[in-house]
């Protein structure tokens, strides 16, 4: 490196080029530095944060923490003892940062997962979510660590007009990579079972999708070879797939009530094949809160992951 790069990396970077550089807001780095004492040494004409070399490792250990869940002024006072600087009281004055996701009482991965993606950090998001799952298994990861975090961003876009839209893309976007990443390739499926596969499939109109990649991803850890055909699925395609395949079992997802299509399920239980005297059809499970209320008989409505991960397995072992 020459030395006029070498003067450039180590210049006092502003406000918001550090920010840039760690995936926040320059409005989180001055709530730090106002509520936790984590600000520059050194500033400009009194006034203007200028943050020096040892003033950013400070910062990154204190992402890098609350990316783990760590609460902030724990983070904060950590980052300055493994930095080797004495931790200042912290001056609380009001502030204009972003509240809390609202959380509540959930894993401590939540936290984490939930501050990375406010502060758009993709690689945190994505080490946090592989990490839950591979502690804990897809539905616990899903049930507990997904879900609220989910809820929680939508619950703060709601009530935050726009502003949070990006963190809720974002996330769902990781959570459905991760998701895909936990599923076994077709290939990896055994196709030698008479059983056929277990179809999963959106309702017409339907695109709400994450519930049922993590059904998907759920079977495929347990080695149970399904179909996934996602969003808003035309009922003539469903049936005419559900016809090609034989399937052990047909998961129906619908989100809203409006989205609920009754007519449609029975239409697919209808469906036999086969030589006469043996003729199968397939167990339909109902999946999503549009079911809500009353069902028909014989069609199971499972209320979580695990619950419906052990009901398609119970028909898929039948079927064998």
């Known amino acids: 490196m020459s030395e006029s790069h070498a003067g450039t990396a180590a210049a006092p970077l502003t406000t918001g080029a550090l920010a840039r550089r760690l995936g926040v807001s320059p409005t989180t780095?001055?709530?730090?530095?106002?509520?936790?004492?984590i600000g520059p040494a050194v500033r400009a004409d009194g006034r203007h944060r200028r943050w020096a070399p040892e003033d950013v490792a400070v910062l990154e250990s204190m992402c890098r923490l609350t990316s783990a869940g760590v609460p902030p002024a724990e983070a904060a006072r950590a980052a300055k003892e493994t930095t080797g600087q004495a931790m200042d009281p912290p001056v609380r004055r009001g502030s204009r940062a972003a509240g809390p996701l609202p959380l509540g009482d959930v894993r401590q991965e939540c936290r984490g997962l939930a501050r990375a993606a406010v502060r758009l950090d993709a690689p945190a998001v994505e080490r946090q979510l592989a990490a839950a799952?591979?502690?804990?298994?897809?539905?616990?990861?899903?049930?507990?660590?997904m879900v609220p975090t989910l809820h929680a961003v939508g619950r703060k876009w709601e009530s935050s007009g726009d502003r949070y839209v990006e963190v809720e893309h974002l996330l769902s976007w990781h959570v459905s990579t991760t998701l895909r990443r936990c599923t076994p390739s077709p290939e990896r499926q055994p196709d030698a079972s008479p059983a056929g596969p277990v179809v999963l499939a959106c309702v017409p109109g339907e695109q709400h999708t994450l519930p049922i990649e993590a059904l998907n991803a759920g079977l495929g850890e347990l080695g149970l070879p399904t179909r996934m055909f996602g969003a808003a699925v035309p009922a003539e395609a469903l049936t005419a797939a559900v016809r090609r395949l034989g399937p052990a079992a047909v998961v129906l997802w619908a989100q809203s009530r409006s989205t609920a299509d009754l007519p449609l399920a029975r239409h697919v239980v209808a469906i036999r094949w086969g030589v006469k005297g043996a003729r199968r059809q397939p167990l339909?499970?109902?999946g999503?809160?549009?079911?809500?209320?009353?069902?028909?008989r014989g069609m199971p409505r499972p209320t979580s992951l695990r619950d419906a991960v052990e009901i398609l397995a119970g028909a898929y072992a039948s079927e064998r």
């Open 288 to 296: 999503g809160p549009g079911w809500s209320g009353a069902w028909p």
């Open 29 to 37: 780095l001055r709530s730090w530095d106002r509520r936790y004492g």
């Open 284 to 286: 339909v499970v109902l």
């Open 133 to 145: 799952v591979e502690r804990y298994g897809i539905a616990v990861a899903w049930q507990e660590v």
